[in-house]
């Protein structure tokens, strides 16, 4: 006779702002060391490709390729894979910023707090002149690849990869349908103004975060510090 082996319960979840429903399990033994490794990594290439890899083991492979959910959703998805694996509080030491003072906090944050605000999301139209513009899209996590370029280079590659459509008097384009050159051409065509309005879509674009207002137990100053992105919440 066989050893018994556990059926693994199955979640269901519904990202934020791509709308999908998906269905996951938590993470088994052999998944969660890969976490622990990913912690002590302070490569956001490796962490971001150890990410991909368990989001696809543990939602039954209906997220293929996680890289292509928006960066918001991605992060929301494996938030509430690491709640249902590992628990829903996670403890933090965060440290006074009162100059004089620099205590370590420990904090208890419970991740059901945790949430992505979808109340202000950025109009998609960006209109550029009164014959010109673009329709955005939400940077997908595999732009993630930018993140130890120049941040000059980070924000430009960032920025041409979430132009979904590009629109004039005459015609709509589809960028993809063009080359990175011909989106080059295109960028560099834009006066500073231009590009800076599409940069405010990106800076207002929804992500993972939370502020957490807390005493310092040493100096009793009130503190508040906002946590963004996925490490913040492992």
């Not at 791509?18 to 399990?25: A, D, I, M």
């Not at 991909?52 to 928006?70: H, Y």
């Not at 959703?73 to 938030?79: A, P, Q, R």
């Not at 960028?175 to 006066?191: C, P």
Request: with cysteine; proline share 4%; aromatic share 8%.
């Amino acid at each position: 006779m066989g050893l018994p082996v556990q059926k693994v319960p199955e979640y269901f979840c519904e990202l934020p702002l791509s709308g999908l429903k998906v269905k996951f399990r938590p993470f088994l033994v052999g998944e969660q060391k890969t976490l622990l490794l990913m912690q002590e990594s302070e490569e956001q290439g490796l962490i971001f490709n150890a990410v991909q890899t368990l989001i696809k083991e543990v939602t039954f492979g209906e997220i293929s390729d996680a890289g292509k959910l928006p960066m918001a959703d991605l992060e929301y998805l494996f938030l509430q894979i690491r709640i249902k694996s590992i628990g829903e509080t996670t403890k933090l030491n965060l440290i006074c910023q009162v100059d004089e003072c620099g205590a370590s906090n420990p904090i208890d944050l419970d991740l059901n707090d945790v949430q992505i605000d979808t109340s202000n999301i950025p109009d998609m139209k960006v209109e550029l002149s009164e014959e010109l513009g673009v329709i955005m899209k939400f940077p997908t996590a595999d732009l993630q690849k930018y993140a130890d370029a120049e941040e000059s280079d980070a924000f430009i590659n960032i920025l041409k990869s979430s132009i979904d459509t590009i629109y004039d008097a005459e015609d709509t384009y589809d960028t993809k349908d063009y080359a990175d050159r011909e989106m080059d051409e295109f960028l560099n065509s834009l006066s500073l103004q231009q590009v800076e309005k599409m940069g405010e879509f990106l800076n207002n674009t929804p992500t993972l975060s939370h502020i957490i207002k807390y005493k310092c137990i040493k100096c009793q100053k009130k503190n508040s510090v906002m946590l963004k992105g996925l490490e913040n919440f492992f």
